[in-house]
């Protein structure tokens, strides 16, 4: 089986992206599966069974961290991919933090921006641009060259190592090779344990673990504070 992991800022085009990548994959023979992993709520598991995918799921982290809730299920998650003997499995990620990564070390990184953020989104995104394989840039239907051609820059600047691919999600432009793409360079999952690629957060806070007094003597664990200017 063969992994993916797919992060993104929130509204970036993620879902609409991997539900016309799938399709493609599906279409060409193999098993695929996909499973949304999100904060509040969502439908996206209802989208992709509309568009004919059969191997999907979907899980809410509600009060949880949706980082650590997804790095948490990963190894059962898995376990659900390797059970229906699927070819491909996609993890989509909430995308909330741009301190975390979700990308997981032997699996094939995805990182979805989206034009409409401007030319410094990339400098904001953080780990799961860097650590990524691919960068898939959506909306750029609704900018000018110039503006493809510096966001692209941009994202390859902080991840030189990545390829970008201008894709549409809405219309599925660009899906087609963004799966060629996928089928060549995602290898099956390496028999080890699984392991991220970029660590969590150091430690927790006290608002971590419930608290909502503010002020610095309710502070415990993990702290760090503004240094402001005189």
Not at 155 to 177: C, D, F, I, M, Y
Request: with cysteine; charged share 20%; glycine share 10%.
């Amino acid at each position: 089986m063969r992994l993916v992991t797919v992060a993104g800022p929130p509204t970036c085009g993620k879902t609409s992206v991997l539900r016309n990548v799938a399709c493609h994959l599906q279409t060409d023979g193999h098993e695929v599966g996909v499973i949304k992993l999100d904060c509040l709520t969502t439908n996206d598991a209802e989208r992709y069974r509309q568009a004919g995918l059969v191997h999907v799921a979907q899980g809410l982290s509600g009060s949880l961290c949706p980082d650590h809730f997804f790095a948490g299920n990963v190894p059962r998650l898995l376990a659900w991919g390797k059970q229906r003997q699927l070819d491909f499995l996609f993890l989509e990620s909430a995308g909330l933090c741009n301190r975390c990564s979700p990308h997981v070390k032997g699996a094939l990184a995805i990182c979805v921006l989206d034009h409409l953020g401007g030319v410094q989104l990339p400098a904001k995104v953080g780990p799961m641009l860097r650590s990524a394989d691919l960068v898939v840039a959506t909306r750029g239907d609704l900018v000018s060259q110039a503006e493809r051609e510096v966001f692209a820059l941009e994202a390859n600047h902080h991840a030189p190592k990545a390829r970008v691919l201008s894709v549409q999600g809405r219309t599925g432009q660009g899906t087609l090779e963004l799966a060629r793409k996928i089928e060549r360079m995602a290898s099956p999952l390496p028999p080890e344990e699984p392991r991220l690629r970029f660590s969590m957060p150091s430690a927790v806070c006290s608002y971590c673990l419930g608290e909502t007094r503010l002020g610095d003597e309710r502070q415990i664990g993990n702290l760090k504070l503004l240094e402001l200017p005189a």
